[in-house]
């Protein structure tokens, strides 16, 4: 909980940061410029995961990684997404590339159980308002023999874990939730939001990942704690939390 607080927090951040700032470049993390996500994160290997596969990808934003997955052979991808303007622009994008038989774009899933052999997960389980509810929608989607895979970062307690709430490092846990959120909502084209979870941010930690996991009906295959390059000779299990850039892990079903 944030230590700096009251309408002198707000001001304070108006005078920081008047337009808004955000450690991202065009809402692309540093690491991802002009590179793909879905190598970055998982290494070439995944192209190989998704051959000729039914591969959804859950949370897939502006459609970047369905088209991608499809360009590498996936034999067909589902995109959910629920942000309104993101789930309009992977349409039009999927329309313009007339991927339209290879690809579909829904809100949510509708349709039946068992449909995926992979599914994909980026950047999302930061953001989910109930991450285990998530998690057991991902199971009913898959196959048999199926798996998930999972990446997402920075977690809360990263320097810029607050996401677009992170002017500064470690910015999201000087000021109080209510400092920033009140803050947030002073920008242009920015609607007002009464908590991090209503703004889209749920403060998951690595712990808290794990826990979420155990207690779902995956077990993990494969787990990493990425550490941050520049804290690398520190990380370790004690300090983990503020010094991982990204999870990573493969999820496969309990038996």
């Not at 955000?22 to 998704?50: H, T």
């Not at 850039?245 to 309990?254: A, F, G, N, Q």
Request: proline share 7%; with cysteine.
């Amino acid at each position: 909980m944030g230590i700096v607080g009251g309408v002198a927090a707000v001001r304070l951040l108006k005078t920081i940061s008047p337009a808004g700032s955000s450690w991202m470049a065009d809402g692309i993390p540093p690491a991802y410029q002009n590179r793909s996500k879905l190598e970055v994160l998982f290494g070439s290997r995944i192209w190989k995961d998704v051959e000729d596969k039914v591969v959804v990808d859950f949370g897939c934003g502006e459609a970047h990684e369905v088209i991608e997955l499809v360009e590498h052979g996936a034999r067909r991808v589902i995109g959910i997404e629920n942000y309104p303007p993101w789930l309009a622009s992977a349409n039009e994008r999927v329309r313009t590339r007339e991927l339209g038989e290879r690809c579909t774009i829904v809100d949510e899933w509708r349709g039946p159980d068992g449909v995926a052999d992979v599914v994909i997960c980026l950047d999302s389980f930061e953001h989910f308002e109930n991450p285990a509810e998530i998690l057991h929608v991902m199971r009913r989607l898959l196959k048999p023999g199926g798996f998930v895979e999972v990446a997402f970062g920075p977690p809360w307690y990263h320097p810029f874990g607050g996401h677009l709430f992170s002017v500064f490092p470690y910015a999201h846990l000087l000021f109080s939730e209510r400092a920033l959120v009140t803050w947030r909502g002073t920008l242009p084209g920015k609607e007002p939001k009464t908590s991090f979870l209503d703004a889209g941010l749920n403060k998951m930690t690595v712990r808290r990942f794990e826990q979420v996991v155990r207690n779902s009906p995956f077990r993990f295959a494969r787990f990493e704690a990425v550490p941050i390059r520049k804290l690398r000779p520190v990380a370790n299990r004690l300090s983990r939390e503020f010094t991982t850039s990204i999870v990573r892990c493969r999820l496969e079903p309990k038996p």
